[in-house]
């Protein structure tokens, strides 16, 4: 349901909510398990243009998308 998790992301956006690294995080896993690796980096790196900052989870998430691309 990758897809789904996108809109819902993208949709925070035109909300006005805040994203968080824990939803950024949850929105590169669910590309990672949908094998959508290229939208998980790019989410990835959406965070540093955001100013979210990026632990150990979203690098997990972006590393274990990539060994599934």
């Not at 925070?12 to 929105?27: L, Q």
């Not at 398990?33 to 790019?42: D, F, I, S, V």
């Not at 998430?61 to 691309?69: D, F, L, N, W």
């Amino acid at each position: 349901q990758w897809v789904q998790a996108l809109k819902l992301f993208r949709q925070m956006v035109s909300d006005r909510v805040e994203r968080d690294g824990i939803v950024f995080s949850a929105v590169v896993s669910a590309c990672e398990k949908g094998e959508r690796w290229e939208h998980a980096l790019q989410l990835f790196r959406e965070m540093e243009d955001v100013r979210v900052e990026r632990d150990t989870i979203p690098y997990n998430a972006a590393i274990s998308a990539c060994e599934k691309g």
